[in-house]
């Protein structure tokens, strides 16, 4: 409110500063239409943004991420909102409106194509969610160059396809672009245009709670039957939420086996991810236990 408040008098003050300067200035009368109008729509898009960040700072310690997607879309229509009803109440003719929005568009529509690619994008991916803060994704686009390691080659020897693209956790959805935090800890934004045009890989569908992650565990063939026993242990408290799957075999020597279990979308997967993979690596002290 405190913010709103010093918009609204520091659009006063201008107003108050050009009257007095209209008085030395008399031809700035004939303009006094256009700067009225002008301080009615800058304040209006003031206002509304410093809603829409209310509404953020409000709602972030119950919805996090998601706060993000709700402020901004009160934005986006707060805008539209503000710019129709300033149009609507302007003293310009709605003639000169129309031709000079014909003109203007002509010739910024294509200097600003990019831009408002990127507007509308953003405001689509907003309106329908299609990603949305908070979510694990996968971005996948010819536009943003990916790389994946080949050497070693055993490193990456499966049959499973490989998805070429950047994975991390959504953290906003804004206008023009979009962020995501990798697994290395990097924030990599991804103009919306490159979404939408692209596709999105989810690693939590819209009709489950849990997104499903995988562990690669690679042991020689002579520990399979100790290394399924001791797998069982460790994922017994994980309930139904987690199974392994002999996948393949390497070479002559070593078996690959997937763990696959179901992980709440706040949980933190790589620590997760860490703590499981190192009781899973501990199969051998087990069996020397049993021996001893």
């Known amino acids: 409110m405190a913010e709103i408040i010093s918009i609204i008098a520091l659009v006063v003050i201008i107003y108050i500063l050009i009257e007095f300067i209209s008085f030395f200035i008399p031809k700035l009368h004939d303009y006094m239409y256009a700067i009225i109008d002008t301080l009615y729509l800058a304040a209006g898009l003031l206002i509304i943004r410093s809603i829409g960040n209310g509404i953020i700072r409000s709602l972030f310690p119950k919805y996090k991420e998601r706060s993000l997607s709700i402020g901004n879309l009160v934005k986006i229509i707060g805008y539209i909102i503000v710019i129709i009803a300033v149009i609507a109440f302007t003293k310009i003719s709605a003639t000169v ?115 499903a992650g995988t562990i690669r565990v690679e042991i020689p063939i002579s520990d399979m039957e100790v290394f399924e026993s001791h797998a069982k242990k460790v994922l017994s408290k994980f309930d139904n939420k987690a199974s392994f799957y002999l996948s393949e075999q390497s070479d002559k020597n070593y078996l690959i086996y997937l763990v696959k279990i179901f992980v709440p979308k706040d949980k933190n997967w790589l620590e997760l991810k860490d703590n499981i993979l190192r009781e899973l690596l501990l199969y051998k002290n087990s069996d020397k236990q049993k021996t001893q």
């Open 97 to 211: 409106a129309l031709f000079g929005g014909t003109v203007t568009g002509l010739v910024l529509g294509y200097a600003l194509q990019p831009t408002l690619d990127n507007l509308f994008s953003g405001i689509l991916i907003l309106a329908t969610g299609f990603i949305k803060p908070g979510e694990r994704v996968r971005v996948i686009n010819w536009r943003l160059p990916y790389q994946w390691a080949s050497n070693p080659g055993y490193k990456y020897f499966s049959p499973d396809y490989i998805i070429p693209g950047y994975e991390g956790k959504v953290v906003e959805v804004g206008l023009f672009m979009s962020s995501i935090i990798t697994d290395q800890g990097y924030e990599l934004k991804i103009a919306n245009s490159h979404i939408l045009g692209g596709g999105v890989f989810k690693y939590q569908t819209v009709w489950e709670d849990n997104f």
